[in-house]
């Protein structure tokens, strides 16, 4: 059963932020996260010169944040993570992981597989090429940390409807949910929520992605800097990423200054400019200059 992957903002963010509240010496003591150099050079990831002049010039960075599937073998969640320096702010862009995109050498399918194709490296570079970005930094994380950080904080609050309840309940494969309404779902039954789609579509499926994202995140900033340390503990055990030690505390550092109620979202493809098909599996097509003009708009402010 597919796990969709809201824990990759949960727990990448999560841990970036509180890297950036502990500090250097304590983030180095209690860390655990897998970093690892992709030994891939900009030509080969696809890295578009004409961005990566854009992006030095107004000082932003853009990093991509995978979350992966074990079951399939492919990235349930993908997202790109913009620093804008100049204009003190964070914008995370989601790309529907249905999309169907070309990875060359005959392959075509839907987004989220160029990570079962090629994997991180592969994922870059499709997204590099197909959205003209300039991407080498990426963060990845696995199924396990989110149902441990959600449960950790008590729960998430939320109000279901009847379908939501028993959609829940069906993947969970039990009556967990009781009742529709308000509820306090555990970080299992979090997790069912989060990949709800056969009662509505993708598009509120990303929604609730966000929701529970956010919401996690302000749990988290409301809780005393004493526990950011089991929390680092528990989260950065199920994170891969190829930035630095450094890297990452400036990165937390800057994520703290800026609060994530000033985090500008996006998604993509944008509202009217795709439409489903079923070739034996559910894709979206989608109208890609004017995706790709939306992006950067969105970014860059042009």
Do not use: C
């Not at 079951?71 to 997202?79: G, K, L, R, V």
């Not at 008590?154 to 969970?172: H, M, Q, S």
């Amino acid at each position: 059963m597919k796990k969709i992957m809201v824990r990759v903002l949960v727990a990448i963010l999560i841990v970036l932020s509180i890297i950036g509240i502990a500090g250097f010496a304590a983030y180095k003591k209690i860390n655990k996260t897998e970093v690892v150099d992709l030994n891939m050079n900009e030509e080969e990831l696809n890295v578009s010169q004409e961005t990566a002049q854009k992006s030095k010039e107004k000082k932003i960075t853009n990093i991509l944040l995978l979350g992966v599937d074990k079951d399939e073998n492919a990235s349930d969640a993908i997202m790109v993570l913009s620093i804008d320096e100049n204009n003190k702010n964070a914008k995370l862009t989601s790309l529907m992981r249905d999309m169907y995109v070309n990875f060359g050498e005959g392959k075509a399918n839907k987004i989220n597989y160029a990570y079962h194709y090629g994997g991180v490296p592969l994922s870059i570079s499709t997204i590099n090429e197909i959205f003209n970005l300039d991407i080498t930094k990426y963060a990845k994380v696995d199924f396990n940390g989110f149902m441990n950080i959600v449960d950790s904080l008590g729960g998430y609050e939320v109000d279901i409807t009847e379908a939501e309840r028993k959609e829940i309940n069906y993947k969970l494969g039990y009556e967990g949910v009781k009742t529709a309404g308000k509820v306090k779902l555990t970080g299992e039954q979090t997790a069912a929520y989060a990949r709800i789609r056969r009662i509505d579509s993708d598009y509120q499926r990303t929604e609730r992605q966000r929701e529970i994202m956010f919401d996690i995140l302000n749990k988290i900033k409301a809780r005393p800097v004493s526990e950011y340390p089991d929390l680092i503990a528990k989260l950065s055990s199920n994170v891969e990423t190829n930035l630095s030690t450094m890297e990452a505390l400036e990165l937390g550092n800057y994520l703290v200054g800026v609060g994530n109620n000033d985090i500008e979202q996006f998604r993509l493809p944008i509202d009217g400019t795709a439409t489903d098909f079923t070739s034996g599996v559910y894709h979206l097509n989608w109208d890609k200059e004017k995706n790709l003009t939306a992006l950067h708009e969105f970014i860059y402010g042009e």
